[in-house]
Every structure is written in C-alpha cells, then in structure tokens.
Nanobody
C-alpha cells in the first residue's frame, strides 16, 4: 500500500489550500481515510475522517473551515482547507485503515501572518 500526499505550501492567514492523497495497492472504496497533522514541537493530531459511504467527522479546531472528500474511482482523498490560521501550520498526513494502518509521507502546510 502506498499513499502519496501533495498540495501543501505557503499561504497567508485567511487563505485556502487543497491537499490530495493518492492511494494505491488497496481497495480504497471500502476503507476509511483520515487526515492528521503535526505542528512543530507537538504530537500528531487527528484532523478529519471520511468513511466508505461518505460520512465525515472533524476535529473541533477545523470544523466549518476544512472539508474532507474522496474519489473512490481515482482512489484519492482530499482536504479542502479554508480560512487558514497560523495554528494550522504543520505537516499533514493521510492515513487509511484496512484495518491495518498505512500512512502517507506528509505534506507541509505553512500559514503566515
């Protein structure tokens, strides 16, 4: 199983970014997918989940600003991030569970003032 995350970058506070994660080697349509992030000096934290039928969950810190979605045909999961804040800075990781857990390599998001 391989997960390839992309879309990170430098953005000003209040801006938007869209992260993508392409999965291979797994029957993507039947697994739940997740985004996590790790800020400098902090532990990795869960950000959002999307389940096979499309149900979603969000951490309180991103609710209303981030949207997770998936494309089962392309085996991809996305994270649309809007109204970005300084505290959203970190490395963002995608994850799938089959039930074995697999992680992508991470993509860096830097929010500047």
């Amino acid at each position: 199983v391989q997960l390839q995350a992309s879309g990170g970058g430098l953005v000003q506070a209040g801006g938007s970014l869209r992260l993508s994660c392409a999965a291979s080697g797994i029957m993507f349509r039947i697994v739940s997918a997740y985004w996590y992030r790790q800020a400098p000096g902090k532990e990795r934290e869960w950000v959002a989940s999307i389940h096979p039928a499309g149900a979603t969950d969000y951490a309180d810190s991103v609710k209303g600003r981030f949207t997770i979605s998936r494309d089962n045909v392309k085996s991809m999961v996305f994270l649309q991030m809007s109204d970005l804040k300084l505290e959203d800075t970190g490395v963002y990781y995608c994850q799938v569970r089959s039930p074995q857990t697999f992680w992508g390599q991470g993509t860096l998001v830097t929010v500047s003032s």
